[in-house]
């Protein structure tokens, strides 16, 4: 019997309760999968649809990726809707960002992120691909520089888990603060972790 198919039937036993699991293979089945043992029992669930379709791309990165820089209050907002496609998104996104840092200070920039939108056109949500997480713990290097705090706003638990991932990675995570919630809740969070009190790009949605 081959080692996956071995790996199978012992997915199959645990599934019907026929074979117990040690607390350290559930830590090792976490860090494979980038999330904490906590989130492994949780109840968010998703389709097992495949997120990464081509009409996922239709629209250009450069039309669903925006920011805004609030020099007066040293905020520098982003936002992006839908899918990266693969690096080349995540690059022209980080040259945008570290451009617009550039004429800041060291640790002078609170940042504040919105990836609550990002999902398929079919609204199926979606988080950092590991190609695409690859190249965002280098943008995140480069942001470490200039930024006081960052905070996210994200579309689920997963992506939480998904986003502590990455600002672990790129040693960006004492810095970072990442969000999921009721969205006037959590966009509220957000504002009063970055000092302000209402945004031009990221507001809460309406009901």
Known sequence: MSSISK??????????????????????????????????????RFSTTPAYQPKDFDIPFKQRFKYHIDSEQKLLAFQVKGLFSGKRDVD????????????FGTEELNVLVDHRDMKTPDGEIAVYSPEVAERAVIFQQELLKYSKR???????????????HVATQSGIIYKATHLYGKDKEMVGR??????IHDNELI????Q
């Open 203 to 206: 507001k809460t949605k309406a």
């Open 190 to 195: 957000a504002y009063e972790l970055v000092g």
């Open 150 to 164: 960052v905070v996210a706003l994200c579309n689920s638990e997963y992506m939480v888990q998904n986003l502590n």
């Open 92 to 103: 022209y996104l980080s040259s945008v960002i570290i451009g617009v840092c550039t004429a």
């Open 7 to 44: 790996y199978r039937l012992a997915v199959i036993k645990l599934k019907r309760g026929e074979r117990n699991i040690s607390i350290v293979n559930i830590e090792k089945i976490a860090s494979a999968l980038c999330v904490s043992v906590e989130y492994l029992f949780s109840n968010e």
